[in-house]
């Protein structure tokens, strides 16, 4: 299942169709995020590299090489995170599932039998027992479609959203399948950035608060300011970072990690590294790019699980990858 496809503005109709204060609400955490990137960039312009320009222009001119770098790489994976379809379940996929829905209760199985009396689902389930072991999915009373495992209705988007790991109201998005990995790319970034800006200012900033005569002339306000903001912004950010990083690395998601035993976790593959890959895609070359990833031989609708590939030293990878034993996850065919 190629993910080149996840491109797109599904949400730009959604966006056009809510209210005043629900355009609002989506764009204003969005302005907040770019207000505060945009000012500690200027903060860095005006309080370090005018100061030290002058009298340090090599020194100055290769510090500024990753910093540009690094604040490009920021608002790109912000943008790519931000338009990137997180995934939305299949209707194709779940029309092939309707008889493997698994019920809470019976009022819930009836309310389901009847949106669809008097037609072949409704033979397809057995009148005695609630639920049979070939019932193994959840079925979206707001979407009316089955949902595979990890997948999550979002409210804010009105959509079931494939591998969901939470609605992001900083990048106007679902964090899911397809843009999970974009997500991780701006945490990263974002708390690199505001650390070395807050960082670089902390000389000058010694100087300000040392001198109190220092406080009152133009711009000292704006060093103390900009070195606190970006080291605390730049800590926080990176938290985030870590903690995602590390669910990652188990193959959970945030809201697994609420309802899975990491101890007894069935998505944590054999090959840790086969974990990055379910989110990063196999080809490496794109892992740090601000793109989607791509080249992962999987069906988003059902991922791979520890007990079914019972391989200690199975990977997870692309026909590409010549000279390696190779395990595709084959999605399976749909009439």
Known sequence: ???????????????????????????????????????????????????????????????????????????????????????????????????????????????????????????????????????????????????????????????????????????????????HKLFLLFCFHASMGCLWDGILLIPRFIRVVSTHRMLTKPGALTIVIGCICGIFVGLAIGFLGIMHACHIHKNLTTIEMHTIDPKNNPFSLPKRCDNWKMVFGNDRWNWLLPLAPTGLQIDPHRFPKRQELQLDDCEILSPKEKGKEVIQIIPPRIN
């Open 1 to 179: 299942v190629s993910t080149q496809s996840t491109w797109g503005f599904y949400h730009i109709k959604m966006f056009a169709n809510r209210s005043f204060c629900g355009k609002f609400s989506i764009l204003a955490p969005i302005i907040i995020v770019l207000g505060i990137i945009l000012g500690l960039e200027w903060v860095y312009i005006d309080q370090f590299l005018r100061y030290y320009w002058p009298l340090y222009p090599i020194t100055v001119f290769i510090i500024c090489i990753p910093f540009y770098v690094n604040s490009f790489l920021i608002f790109a994976n912000l943008f790519a995170c931000a338009i990137v379809d997180p995934g939305g379940v299949s209707k194709q996929w779940s029309d092939a599932n309707l008889g493997k829905v698994k019920f809470v209760s019976q009022k819930e199985k009836d309310d389901f039998l009847a949106h669809y009396k008097n037609t072949d689902v409704e033979n397809m389930y057995s009148k005695e027992q609630l639920n049979t072991p070939s019932q193994i999915y959840k079925y979206c009373h707001i979407c009316k479609i089955v949902k595979p495992e990890r997948a999550h209705h979002c409210n804010l988007c009105n959509r079931c959203i494939l591998k969901m790991d939470h609605h992001c109201p900083w990048v106007g998005n679902c964090v899911g399948f397809a843009n």
